[in-house]
């Protein structure tokens, strides 16, 4: 029992730590409602001192007030803690609560233990617009020490404003090209994302036989950012360029290993009995010759095409890297 019920010195030397808090982010003179509940009758004692450690937490701010915890307890008209948990848990019993209370946000929650474990949540409620704002839930191995620091970070992380994610609406023409989110492939146009943190996302957009669109955008909180590309983000890419590029440069190769055969054959001396034999030697070497000067040209014009074109049309060739197309 010593586990569930909280000492009077630690509690005391709790309630002296909770102004140390803070929720500066609550609206200034706004009234609120607490109560935490037990998970069973044997936690309730537990969950009457936590309730008093959030009220306290709270209290200790200064900026608003609080509805008194038996006055709450005695709106909802339940006498038992399951009953109570059945009702904090139901939005309908709660606005009803804040109606006797005159209070637009509740705070409730639950404590338990299981073996050597706490577990505890607690929920911020805005009945006035019918939602739940924010929830945090924590499973504690430990002493009540570590209950109270949990039952601390909980609170503050309660009244903490959640993050409304945000969306990317993508179009293009041409329809139909792909899109990538922080490297993440999402589909084809027109899209519209799933949810994405508010911040700096990259977005990458691809059709066929054109340049990629590539843009760092900022996405809003609970906003949907369009996009709308035109043909003038995603210019044509020819593949033409690349074909006559690696094209010559291969024939360039070839033309030149021929050349360096043939010219290998018309430096071959070759034996004749008779100066007919020697004759049609030297005019064959020659033959050779020819061919190899004509392949060396051939090849070293080929290669010079290859070299210009790669160099003229290199983003044909070899396509844009992301700097690149984000700069342009």
């Avoid at 935490?36 to 200790?60: C, F, H, K, P």
């Avoid at 399951?82 to 409730?108: D, F, K, P, T």
């Avoid at 043939?262 to 070759?270: A, E, I, K, R």
């Avoid at 010759?289 to 060739?317: M, W």
């Amino acid at each position: 029992m010593s586990r569930v019920v909280l000492s009077s010195v630690v509690f005391v030397g709790l309630l002296c730590s909770l102004a140390l808090g803070d929720l500066s982010r609550v609206q200034a003179s706004e009234k609120l409602a607490v109560l935490v509940l037990g998970t069973s009758e044997a936690d309730s004692e537990l969950a009457e001192n936590v309730t008093e450690v959030v009220i306290a937490y709270i209290a200790r701010q200064g900026s608003f007030e609080l509805a008194g915890k038996e006055e709450f307890q005695a709106s909802l008209g339940v006498d038992s803690e399951l009953r109570g948990q059945a009702c904090l848990e139901a939005m309908s019993c709660l606005s009803r609560a804040a109606v006797s209370l005159g209070v637009r946000r509740i705070v409730s929650g639950s404590v338990g233990t299981r073996g050597k474990q706490f577990l505890f949540s607690l929920a911020l409620n805005n009945v006035e617009a019918g939602q739940v704002e924010n929830r945090v839930f924590r499973l504690i191995e430990g002493d009540v020490g570590l209950l109270i620091r949990a039952v601390q970070e909980g609170i503050t992380e309660l009244f903490k404003p959640r993050v409304q994610p945000g969306r990317v609406e993508v179009k293009s023409r041409p329809e139909g090209a792909r899109v990538s989110i922080d490297n993440a492939y999402l589909g084809v146009t027109p899209l519209i994302s799933g949810t994405l943190l508010p911040g700096a996302h990259k977005v990458r957009v691809e059709a066929e036989n054109r340049f990629p669109w590539v843009s760092k955008v900022e996405v809003m909180p609970g906003q949907d950012l369009g996009i709308n590309l035109t043909e003038n983000n995603l210019p044509r890419r020819s593949r033409n360029p690349g074909r006559v590029a690696y094209g010559s440069g291969v024939m360039s190769l070839v033309a030149l290993a021929t050349g360096g055969f043939f010219g290998v054959l018309s430096q071959v001396n070759t034996s004749g009995s008779v100066r007919a034999e020697h004759q049609s030697a030297f005019e064959e070497r020659d033959r050779f010759s020819k061919v190899a000067n004509v392949s060396f040209i051939t090849g070293g014009a080929l290669a010079l095409i290859s070299l210009g074109t790669f160099i003229f049309y290199r983003d044909d060739v070899f396509g844009r890297d992301d700097d690149e197309l984000e700069a342009k």
